[in-house]
């Protein structure tokens, strides 16, 4: 890579899959930075924490990928409190979801959400961040 992203973020409730994730983007060596967050309201307050005072501990995303089905706050109660948060003047990152879901409504209910640039199903790949490098980052390649 070119450029590598500043910071990748994973957002799942499940650890396991974050952990594995975290090792596919690691391998792909395509950022500096992976952050995960077992959850909603984890990744939330992450992000807000980042777009207010970004350091290398809490570097501000430039692609996330998003778990549809979490307890306590899924992927989309996530993303309609994501369009309200405040993240000043700073470029926003290119989300992700990345599902189990097989339902068709869902690839078409994620589309109607700007800040949703794709829909994928998991497990996240080498080969799916290549795809997504290529197409949302493609002067960092």
């Not at 994730?21 to 307050?45: P, Y």
């Not at 994501?82 to 690839?107: F, N, Q």
């Not at 078409?108 to 980052?137: Q, S, W």
Request: contains cysteine; charged residues 25%.
């Amino acid at each position: 890579m070119k450029n590598k992203l500043n910071c990748v973020m994973l957002i799942d409730d499940d650890e396991a899959t974050n952990f594995l994730h975290q090792i596919v983007v690691k391998e792909t060596g395509c950022t500096r930075h992976v952050k995960t967050a077992c959850g909603a309201k984890e990744a939330l307050n992450y992000l807000h924490r980042s777009s207010q005072h970004e350091s290398t501990d809490c570097p501000v995303p430039d692609l996330i990928f998003l778990d549809l089905n979490m307890p306590g706050m899924n992927g989309w109660e996530f993303l309609a409190m994501y369009e309200g948060l405040d993240t000043g003047a700073k470029k926003k990152p290119t989300i992700v979801m990345l599902t189990t879901s097989l339902d068709p409504d869902d690839a078409v209910r994620a589309h109607t959400f700007p800040e949703v640039a794709a829909f994928e199903g998991k497990p996240c790949t080498n080969e799916m961040i290549d795809k997504i490098l290529v197409k949302y980052f493609p002067d960092n390649i």
